[in-house]
């Protein structure tokens, strides 16, 4: 077995209720190398991190009573839907037979027409067998499920509704058969709510079902987007393949209204590329000879040529795809509360039901055995915690997805959670709440250098550097083409700037504090650096020999949507803060023209997570937002971090929710879904506690001495199946969510 840790996807059979959620998780972290399982009751999947293998984990779910199989592509996807559909329909037919042998059954009862149980011994016994072929065509699988859960030791809604409609025939046929068992008032059967529970309950999971495929509609959308095929240019000809064949480094034709088929850089032609399905954004981009297009996306006008540059698992749409369903499994805090609930659920219900009958056997008025059977029929029947189990996850699934439609894409439940209890997000300056593509923009002149040798300088100490204030002073160097020499001994130093050897002489390039520390004098500098930082341009000092030789002045734009998604997060109740290295003065220009009120400036990259700290050590639960490699440790530490999608890879991997588009609008929407998700999730765990709390003791039978009120085990068969479907149905609201809390 490997030891490298990988993710398995796995595909699960026979779940009834809430309650195997538990017993298959159990089972799965059992195997060795298993470093964690989820198991989702909502889409009946399961996911597995650690190295154990495909086949041990199948295996390990099989010896608990379930079935297994891995998903690895989406044609296991489809293969999945099209067995759960197929299973919709076998649950409608056996609702259907069940619903036309107990239907007559329970008017006929109503209506006082039922021939008499003795008189008619016959026909009762026939009636009898007729129920007994529904219980095993129409019931089976909670029967078989029942006893699969005992052979390991476990208990779930089948070993309920087993118990209780299997009591129900067994009593009934006794006494067909042998009426003088029991005195005249209690010879009354129960063959018609036997099937009709098995019909309501059957009609109830087939609505489930049916409603359950809508929450996943989110990934079924981003499989859709991935072409079937790819026309390659082989040998000079043009040829269509399947996307699957498609090699690194081929060369792709794309055509006016086709979707690229892999991520990949355009090398002839030119076009407009609707990127709306990865970032949520409708107006298309322009694309050039240089530029990275994206597999999935939709080629709105010319005709050009491309590069392979990310296939198979590797494209952006696939790792999309992966990270949404991830999420959609995972659970948040509050799911793994209602987790724990229902795996004693069942075996609490159990013995809440032995007590019922002991006490109406005891204690009722007679026939003490009727309302025995009929009291604890109804606990079992009415108390299956399948709402509880489906609460959380399908929330889950629906807001992770619809986060993934505003080109937001959420890592875990925990942070979709935590995203809508902030009370403060902390911006990144450069590359977040600006541009990130900053311009030399000013110079001011001392000891007699030129702009063109002050600037050619600078761009030889920072050739090679990434950030965007060093590309700022290689590009203007670059246009004007100026000359770029090799430097001895760089040294960076973090959070001030650089120093090296340029031609035998010792040069220095960064910030005032760099200045300091090596005790150069720019005395003569700090008026003109002064007016450019209350201008938003940040001033950088370049000192030849220990002497002063002038400042190069770079201001990065203002994202155009910042100043309003800024006042959205303001209104949402947030206190935002502004964390950056650069200047003071420079940091509050730009929190000036963006209206943020409080502004950390001057910090060093490494202290940047401990800022985050001492906030959380306020109390306060902080969203940090950023996209830089130095923004990385503050993204981990904060409650909930958000990585900029256009950023770095580091920053995007540290962060636990990721805003494909690059806008600080994308902080706000993830904040309203989480909210809306949360409230949605509380909803459902409100309904299924208040259905369970009030509905197992009227079941039991609590209004009978004060109101002579007895529940009838066939509207409590109603009243599960729809508890299931309510909560279904009310986590489908999330689905129209547009951009306000539900």
């Known amino acids: 077995m490997s030891s490298q840790s990988s993710s398995v996807r796995?595909?699960?059979?026979?779940?009834?209720?809430?309650?195997?959620?538990?017993?298959?998780?159990?089972?799965?972290?059992?195997?060795?190398?298993?470093?964690?399982?989820?198991?989702?009751?909502?889409?009946?999947t399961a996911e597995v991190q650690g190295s154990a293998s495909a086949s041990a984990l199948i295996k390990a779910v099989v010896d608990a009573g379930y079935e297994a199989a891995?998903?690895?592509?989406?044609?296991?996807?489809?293969?999945?839907?099209?067995?759960?559909?197929?299973?919709?329909?076998?649950?409608?037919?056996?609702?259907?037979?069940?619903?036309?042998?107990?239907?007559?059954?329970?008017?006929s009862g109503l209506l006082g027409k039922m021939p008499g149980l003795v008189a008619h011994q016959l026909f009762w016994i026939g009636i009898g067998l007729i129920t007994l072929f529904v219980l095993y065509y129409s019931g089976s699988n909670f029967f078989k499920g029942a006893w699969k859960s005992f052979l390991n030791h476990n208990a779930n809604m089948d070993t309920l509704i087993a118990l209780g409609t299997g009591s129900a025939w067994l009593y009934s046929m006794l006494i067909t058969i042998w009426p003088t068992l029991v005195p005249v008032s209690a010879q009354h059967v129960y063959f018609e709510a036997a099937t009709i529970i098995i019909a309501l309950i059957n009609f109830g999971s087939a609505l489930e079902m049916r409603a359950r495929g809508k929450t996943s509609e989110a990934i079924k959308r981003l499989i859709g987007l991935q072409p079937k095929t790819a026309r390659v240019v082989r040998d000079g000809k043009e040829i269509d393949i399947p996307i699957d064949q498609v090699g690194l480094n081929e060369t792709l034709r794309v055509r006016p209204g086709e979707k690229i088929a892999v991520d990949g850089v355009l090398i002839d032609g030119h076009s407009s590329i609707d990127e709306s399905m990865l970032t949520g954004e409708p107006i298309p981009v322009t694309k050039q000879v240089g530029d990275e297009v994206v597999g999935g996306s939709l080629n709105k006008s010319g005709s050009f040529l491309m590069q392979a540059k990310k296939i198979g698992s590797e494209t952006m749409l696939a790792q999309i795809i992966d990270m949404?369903?991830?999420?959609?499994?995972?659970?948040?805090?509050?799911?793994?509360?209602a987790d724990r609930i229902s795996a004693i659920f069942v075996p609490t219900v159990l013995i809440i039901a032995v007590l019922t009958a002991l006490v109406w056997y005891n204690f009722g008025p007679e026939p003490r055995v009727s309302y025995m059977l009929v009291a604890t029929m109804t606990v079992l029947i009415i108390a299956c915690p399948c709402a509880l189990g489906l609460a959380t996850p399908i929330s889950i699934m629906v807001g992770v997805g619809k986060a993934a439609e505003f080109g937001i894409l959420i890592r875990n439940g925990d942070a979709l959670q935590?995203?809508?209890?902030?009370?403060?997000?902390?911006?990144?300056?450069?590359?977040?709440?600006?541009?990130?593509?900053?311009?030399?923009?000013?110079?001011?002149?001392?000891?007699?250098y030129t702009e063109a040798e002050l600037l050619s300088m600078a761009a030889s100490l920072e050739r090679g550097s990434e950030h965007p204030l060093a590309e700022a002073i290689m590009e203007a160097a670059q246009q004007q083409q100026l000359n770029i020499t090799d430097v001895e001994d760089f040294e960076a130093v973090a959070g001030h700037g650089v120093r090296a050897r340029l031609e035998g002489r010792q040069l220095l390039f960064g910030n005032q504090r760099l200045m300091e520390t090596h005790d150069i004098d720019i005395t003569m500098l700090l008026e003109a650096a002064q007016t450019m930082a209350g201008q938003a341009q940040t001033p950088m000092y370049l000192a030849v020999e220990g002497r002063a030789a002038g400042i190069i002045a770079v201001s990065d734009p203002v994202k155009a949507d910042s100043k309003a998604a800024?006042?959205?997060?303001?209104?949402?109740?947030?206190?935002?803060?502004?964390?950056?290295?650069?200047?003071?003065?420079?940091?509050?220009?730009?929190?000036?023209?963006?209206?943020?009120?409080?502004?950390?400036?001057?910090?060093?990259?490494?202290?940047?997570?401990?800022?985050?700290?001492?906030?959380?050590?306020?109390?306060?639960?902080?969203?940090?937002?950023?996209?830089?490699?130095?923004?990385?440790?503050?993204?981990?530490?904060?409650?909930?971090?958000?990585?900029?999608?256009?950023?770095?890879?580091?920053?995007?991997?540290?962060?636990?929710?990721?805003?494909?588009?690059?806008?600080?609008?994308?902080?706000?929407?993830?904040?309203?879904?989480?909210?809306?998700?949360?409230?949605?999730?509380?909803?459902?765990?409100?309904?299924?506690?208040?259905?369970?709390?009030?509905?197992?003791?009227?079941a039991a039978g609590v209004l009978y001495p004060l109101m002579g009120i007895l529940l009838n085990p066939v509207v409590a068969g109603a009243a599960m199946a729809m508890s299931s479907v309510t909560v279904v149905t009310n986590a489908n609201r999330l689905r129209f969510y547009k951009g306000k809390i539900l």
């Open 566 to 698: 800024i006042e959205r997060l303001q209104a949402l109740g947030l206190r935002v803060v502004m964390l950056t290295g650069d200047n003071q003065a420079t940091a509050d220009a730009v929190a000036k023209q963006v209206g943020v009120d409080v502004v950390i400036a001057e910090v060093l990259p490494q202290d940047k997570a401990a800022q985050v700290m001492a906030l959380q050590a306020q109390g306060e639960v902080v969203g940090m937002v950023g996209d830089g490699i130095n923004d990385a440790p503050a993204l981990a530490q904060a409650d909930v971090g958000f990585a900029i999608g256009t950023g770095t890879d580091v920053a995007i991997e540290s962060g636990d929710v990721t805003l494909i588009r690059g806008s600080l609008q994308g902080v706000s929407d993830a904040i309203g879904i989480s909210r809306a998700t949360v409230r949605n999730i509380r909803q459902n765990l409100f309904g299924a506690f208040v259905y369970n709390s009030l509905g197992i003791p009227v």
């Open 418 to 448: 935590q995203a809508g209890q902030l009370t403060t997000v902390v911006l990144d300056k450069t590359g977040t709440v600006t541009a990130g593509s900053p311009q030399v923009t000013g110079f001011k002149l001392v000891g007699g």
């Open 324 to 337: 949404v369903r991830t999420a959609q499994n995972s659970k948040p805090a509050i799911g793994r509360l």
């Open 10 to 44: 796995l595909s699960i059979g026979s779940m009834s209720c809430a309650g195997c959620v538990a017993s298959v998780e159990k089972a799965l972290q059992q195997v060795g190398g298993v470093a964690s399982a989820s198991v989702n009751f909502a889409e009946h």
């Open 70 to 107: 891995e998903l690895k592509t989406a044609e296991d996807t489809e293969g999945k839907e099209a067995k759960e559909y197929a299973q919709y329909r076998q649950l409608i037919r056996k609702s259907l037979l069940a619903a036309m042998v107990g239907a007559p059954l329970f008017v």
